[in-house]
């Protein structure tokens, strides 16, 4: 073994054994591998999904982005936590993550109800949100984009994101694990905030600010006109 590797075989050792208990456990859940017109190719851990290997590839798999808005227009945004193993201390939209394999409901394809329900399921675990304040027809699903990111050079993603919106006030409970902060943004002052914190957002946060949030926000009563779930947007830095 040359020593590029044993530094490698260090470096995964002393970065596992510093992770918090519970988000490493998180890592053995199973995420559904796509190809990149989105047909399922099979599954693998979160871990495997997000490890970038040494060509810098990394497994394509789904996910969703939630953006929930109150009935006053605003934009829940929240602060992943430290203890988070990709991208931690970074704002995001309201809730990202992933439909697992094992739950046989969440690989519902028809309208993306699978989706759908990983999205509740995520929102209470992580926001505390409970089902009956955001019922599957309250989550309205816009379209699909696909990004590629490497991350920290350890951990990174490549996802085909479902990008999922709703409406609604509803009662929250932040899980201190998953979330550091979370906070409630008038479009008139989000601007500044992205600003504000350029250096500290989640790259798929990033893309779709600067390639479609505005012109959705404007929209909010009538989102429906942006349905697409034909085509699949492909965006890169």
């Known amino acids: 073994m040359n020593l590029l590797s044993v530094n490698r075989l260090l470096s995964k050792f002393l970065h596992t054994k510093r992770m918090d208990p519970t988000q490493k456990g998180l890592l053995q859940e199973k995420c559904i591998l796509v190809d990149k017109y ?101 989550l309205k699903y816009l379209t699909r984009i696909h990004y590629k990111d ?25 899980n201190i694990n998953e979330v550091s902060d979370l906070k409630y943004i008038k479009k008139e002052e989000f601007s500044n905030f992205i600003h504000r914190n350029k250096h500290q957002l989640t790259p798929w ?8 949030l505005e012109r959705w926000w404007d929209s909010l009563d009538n989102i429906e006109k942006f349905k697409d779930h034909q085509n699949i947007t492909r965006l890169k830095f």
């Open 38 to 138: 989105d047909q399922v190719s099979g599954e693998a851990t979160k871990n495997d999904c997000h490890l970038v290997k040494p060509n810098g590839e990394i497994l394509l798999h789904r996910a969703f982005s939630v953006f929930l808005f109150n009935l006053k227009g605003e934009l829940l945004v929240q602060k992943r936590a430290s203890s988070k193993i990709t991208y931690p201390n970074r704002y995001t939209n309201t809730c990202c993550s992933h439909p697992l394999s094992d739950i046989l409901e969440e690989t519902e394809e028809s309208n993306a109800l699978g989706i759908k329900k990983a999205a509740q399921r995520r929102l209470n675990y992580e926001l505390g949100i409970p089902k009956e304040d955001l019922p599957l027809e309250k």
């Open 205 to 212: 946060f990033h893309l779709i600010v600067h390639h479609s």
């Open 150 to 174: 490497k991350g920290d050079g350890k951990y990174g993603e490549h996802e085909i994101d479902y990008i999922i919106f709703a409406q609604n006030d509803v009662r929250l409970q932040a």
